[in-house]
Each structure stands twice: as structure tokens, then as C-alpha cells.
């Protein structure tokens, strides 16, 4: 099945695909809303869409390119305080399913340390998500910086 990336950097658009995306779209690319575009794009929609930025229209707009019947969009990005997310009701009677996850469902104690064995014994790839590296306090400011760029997937911090 095809791996449909939303993407407002193109920079980003060739890590996406060597990661498994088979298109990226930039909705600043077009002229009509994003889900127009991407549920035209699939005739009914996307089995699975996630919100990992915290916008509220961004997660209007996966709920609304999930797949009528069966799709399911979850939202990931923490939006700012105070803020809320509407849509019309039909985009849910019709089986759309809408969930939320905080650390990616994980229980801290018991799930995550299978996750770091996972990774210290080199069956779970993670590296490939860390594009610079800095050293120090003064490497907050340069971290921030990279992410503000558009050039940094993510940036770790080492003291």
C-alpha cells in the first residue's frame, strides 16, 4: 500500500522516502484543502493518518483524509493551551475512527527498556532520525536553530 507523506518542507521529502513514503505532498502546492487533495488522490481516503504537530487544523485535516468506513487518524502533537478541535460529525457517523497517544501508547516502566535493549543490540534502527549532533549548554541555542531551519529531522544535546 502506498505511504503518503504531508510535508510544507521539501527538504525533508528525501529522508521521508528512504524511510518508506512513496509520496510527499506539500499542501502549500495547492489551492485547495489538503484533504480534498489527498482523499482525490486515493479515491476514498488514507487507512491510517497521524498528527505530529500539534496544529489543530493540521488535525482536522488527517481526520478528514482518513478513509470513510474504516479509517483511522491519531493525534500525536500536543497543541497549545486553551486551544480545540472541531470538525462536522459526519466525518465520524460514516467510520472514521479518532484516537490520541501520549508516548506513543508505551508504558515508561515495563515497554520502554525492551525498546533500549532493542536498540543496544542493533534491532532497532533510530539513528537514521538523528541528523546533528551538538555539545554542551551552548548547544541548546544550535539545536533549537537546526530545528527552526527546515535542515534538521532531529538534533540530541550531549553534556
Not at 31 to 49: A, F, H, R, S
Not at 85 to 104: D, E, Y
Request: glycine fraction near 10%; charge should be positive; hydrophobic fraction near 35%.
Amino acid at each position: 500500500m502506498p505511504a503518503q507523506l504531508m510535508l510544507r518542507n521539501p527538504k525533508k521529502f528525501e529522508i521521508a522516502k528512504e524511510l518508506g513514503a512513496t509520496d510527499c505532498v506539500n499542501p502549500k502546492d495547492h489551492d485547495k484543502p489538503i484533504q480534498q487533495v489527498l482523499v482525490g488522490m486515493t479515491k476514498w481516503g488514507i487507512d491510517y493518518t497521524f498528527d505530529c504537530t500539534g496544529n489543530t487544523e493540521v488535525m482536522r485535516a488527517a481526520l478528514e483524509s482518513a478513509h470513510r468506513g474504516w479509517g483511522e487518524s491519531c493525534v500525536i502533537g500536543v497543541a497549545a493551551a486553551g486551544k480545540e478541535i472541531s470538525t462536522r460529525p459526519f466525518q465520524l457517523v460514516t467510520g472514521r475512527k479518532w484516537t490520541g497517544t501520549a508516548f506513543g501508547g508505551f508504558k515508561g516502566r515495563s515497554e520502554v527498556p525492551p525498546l533500549i535493549d532493542a536498540y543496544q543490540e542493533g534491532r532497532l534502527k533510530l539513528d537514521h532520525y538523528i541528523t546533528h549532533r551538538f555539545q554542551g549548554v551552548e548547544g541548546n541555542i544550535k539545536a533549537i536553530e537546526a530545528l527552526h531551519s527546515g535542515e534538521c529531522l532531529r538534533a540530541v544535546v550531549t553534556y
